[in-house]
Structures are given as structure tokens and as C-alpha cells.
């Protein structure tokens, strides 16, 4: 699987597995599935519900630590210097680690940011302890990031934000690299049928003998995003890693492009 680095060197594989909405009971096999399948970057938050058993089933692995890249969240309730560290460890202690890889303000708090850029300190101070390899945000628009970087002492490594054909995010996107920040887009391939049968992407699906979630998920990877789509069935899991061995071209990526409606698919 294809890699990038973050603005401190670390590098980070640009596929991954997301662990939202997936029940403690199922995430054993999950986790499993995805290992088995390839994946080494696990996309987590303590608001899932599930760390302490994506920990259980990291520990029951038998793949190295080193090997995994591992994120993880602070909640908008846990929020604040003191409280996020506390967050930290529980987040630590749930998924049985000694780090994490990287570490996200899972959003910002619109009505006292001030708070939030007190959540940044406590991710700096976690970084100057190498208790995190990286930091980053989570939601934020370019507004917000510019408050932070007028009083950070390290810069956010990475911006993860709503991402797929319905929502290109082209602005925020290009302000966030400009800036030295990765990219990340959760829902990536948006929500059923709605992008999935979109003509645009069926028609690259045939083009290529891929399913449209592989043409989405290449489109993703072609244009400097890092994802990390869900599934709790074995065989879209395996599906979903394999989108190596082709490109789109400049113009199919420009075709899914202009499907952008800057539609939320996962809020109003």
C-alpha cells in the first residue's frame, strides 16, 4: 500500500481501516479481517466505544507494533489541557499501547475555541513527550486552523475531514497542503447507492474491471488523500484494500471532481 509522510517525517499509510460503528462484539473479526487482508492503519476515537476491544484484538495479533500505524481521538467532552491528557491515557490504556501514532481534536468547540486551542497545547505536550509520533485536527476549517497556527509551537500534521465525490473539499484541501498538512477524508466513499451508482463511477468501474468502491477509494489515493473506508463483511474488507496496480488519469480525476456538490452525507 502506497505511503506519505507528514511534515514531521513519519509516514503513514495512505489506506486504512475505520473502526466507527463497529460493535465490540464484531470488532475481533474485524480487526482480524483487515489485518489478514493487508491493512496496518487502524482509525480510531474514544467516542467509537469500541478501543478497549480494537486493543484486545491489536494485542491477540500477530503483527509487530511497529508494523501498525495507529490514530486515535480526543472527544469535544474531554476537551481542555488537563482533561485531554487525562483522555490520552484512557485512550492508552484501552487500546493497551505504549503510543499512539497519531493523535486528533476529534472537533473544534465553535463556541469557546479558546478551549480547543487549550486541546492543542495538550497535544503539543504530548508530542515534546513522545507519547505521540504526530498531532492533528480533525473538522477544522481554514479559519480555525489559522488560530492555531498563530499560537502553536508545532504545527497540526493532519486535517481529517469529510471527503468523497459528493464533497471534494478542493478549497480546504489545497489550503491544508499548501500549509504542510496531510489530508484525511472519513466517508469516502459516502453512504450506499448514492456515489456508488453514480454513472460517472460505474462506467470507470467497468473501464478498469474494478467495483465503483475501488474506483472511489483509487480516486481518494490519486489525489493525496489518506481514508480509511469501514466494513464489517470479510470480502468488502479484502475489496477495499485492493486498489493497487492502476491509476485514473488527470481527466477521469477531474470527472469525478465536477460531481461536487459539497453535500454532507453524515450531517446536516
Request: with cysteine; charged share 25%.
Amino acid at each position: 500500500m502506497e505511503t506519505t509522510q507528514l511534515s514531521n517525517g513519519v509516514t503513514i499509510p495512505m489506506l486504512g481501516f475505520g473502526t466507527y460503528l463497529i460493535d465490540s462484539k464484531d470488532v475481533p473479526a474485524a480487526i482480524k479481517t483487515a489485518l489478514d487482508a493487508g491493512y496496518r492503519h487502524l482509525d480510531c476515537a474514544h467516542i467509537y466505544g469500541n478501543e478497549p476491544a480494537v486493543g484486545a484484538a491489536i494485542k491477540a495479533s500477530d503483527v509487530d507494533r511497529s508494523d501498525l500505524f495507529i490514530t486515535s481521538k480526543v472527544w469535544n467532552a474531554d476537551q481542555g489541557y488537563d482533561k485531554t491528557l487525562a483522555a490520552f491515557d484512557q485512550t492508552l490504556n484501552d487500546l493497551q499501547l505504549d503510543y499512539l501514532d497519531l493523535y486528533l481534536i476529534h472537533w473544534p468547540n465553535e463556541e469557546n475555541f479558546d478551549l480547543t486551542l487549550d486541546t492543542w497545547r495538550a497535544l503539543e505536550t504530548l508530542y515534546k513527550q513522545k507519547k505521540v509520533r504526530a498531532i492533528g485536527v480533525s473538522n477544522f476549517s481554514q479559519d480555525q486552523l489559522k488560530q492555531v497556527f498563530a499560537m502553536a509551537t508545532v504545527k497540526p500534521m493532519v486535517n481529517q475531514i469529510e471527503r468523497h465525490p459528493y464533497k471534494v473539499q478542493a478549497e480546504l484541501g489545497k489550503f491544508d497542503t499548501d500549509n504542510g498538512i496531510v489530508n484525511e477524508g472519513y466517508s469516502p466513499i459516502g453512504h450506499g447507492h448514492l456515489i456508488l451508482e453514480d454513472p460517472v463511477i460505474t462506467k470507470l468501474a467497468d473501464k478498469y474491471g474494478k467495483s465503483p468502491a475501488q474506483i472511489v477509494l483509487r480516486w481518494q489515493v490519486d489525489t493525496g488523500f489518506v481514508v480509511f473506508p469501514k466494513s464489517s463483511k470479510p470480502a468488502r474488507v479484502r475489496e477495499n484494500f485492493e486498489i493497487s496496480g492502476f491509476n485514473l488519469t488527470a481527466e477521469e480525476i477531474a470527472a469525478i471532481n465536477a460531481l461536487d456538490q459539497d453535500k454532507h452525507l453524515n450531517y446536516d
